[in-house]
């Protein structure tokens, strides 16, 4: 089973300033990997796939990066809404599926 | 457009059993494959079961694993979790999720409390 590390566990950013998450694989995934955005009372959300691939309807600030063991996602200017617990998942070797444990993006 | 709904949640005593269930609407549900994913509260995602488009390929955690059972059928538009020999452990909001590799959609949830 592919262990997924997520760092840091929680992100304290002012809005409109940049946020950078990452998630960390035990083996590679070449570029495997999906970010879900997942707020309180919600379920989650796709925002990216295959690493860097936007889904539909996920703004620009959103960009994923990253291959084979290390990926980051970042936020480029935060916004009110995106204050919320962020996800990675690989889907390179399966079953599992597997997630990261998540990281909290707060206001400062 | 696009939307999964889950129901049969609620509250069950240790060793008891709980059937989920999953309506799907506004794609074509025996295109995709479908999964169950849980939340138990204040943790992480937990990837729970599988199914394929043609239910030919069955995948469990685990930690599930000869207690629960994936199913679906595609003249319904349904997906099914049955939960058996439950445990403390399994309460968990339960997700109905579509996506084979990834999920591109996800239904609000249903919550499972195993409690005596």
């Known amino acids: 089973e592919i262990l997924m590390t997520q760092s840091p566990a929680t992100l304290s950013v002012s809005p409109g300033e940049r946020a950078t998450l990452s998630c960390r694989a035990s083996q590679s995934l070449t570029v495997n990997l999906a970010w879900y955005q997942q707020k309180p009372g919600q379920a989650p959300r796709l925002l990216i796939y295959?690493?860097?691939t936007r889904a539909t309807g996920i703004p620009a600030r959103f960009s994923g990066s990253g291959s084979g063991t290390e990926f980051t996602l970042t936020i480029s200017s935060l916004q009110s809404e995106d204050f919320a617990v962020y996800y990675c998942?690989?889907?390179?070797?399966?079953?599992?599926?597997?997630f990261g444990q998540g990281t909290k993006v707060e206001i400062k | 457009q696009v939307q999964v709904v889950e129901s049969g949640g609620g509250l069950v005593k240790p060793g008891g059993s709980l059937r989920l269930s999953c309506a799907a609407s506004g794609f074509t549900f025996s295109d995709y494959y479908m999964s169950w994913i849980r939340q138990a509260p204040g943790n992480g995602l937990e990837w729970v079961s599988y199914i394929s488009s043609s239910g030919s390929s069955i995948y469990y955690a685990d930690s599930v694993k000869g207690r629960f059972t994936i199913s679906r059928d595609n003249a319904r538009n349904s997906l099914y979790l049955q939960m058996n020999s439950l445990r403390a452990e399994d309460t968990a909001v339960y997700y109905c999720?579509?996506?084979?590799?990834?999920?591109?959609?996800w239904g609000q949830g249903t919550l499972v409390t195993v409690s005596s």
């Open positions: 295959g690493a860097s």
């Open positions: 998942q690989q889907y390179n070797n399966w079953p599992p599926w597997t």
């Open positions: 999720a579509r996506g084979r590799n990834f999920v591109d959609s």
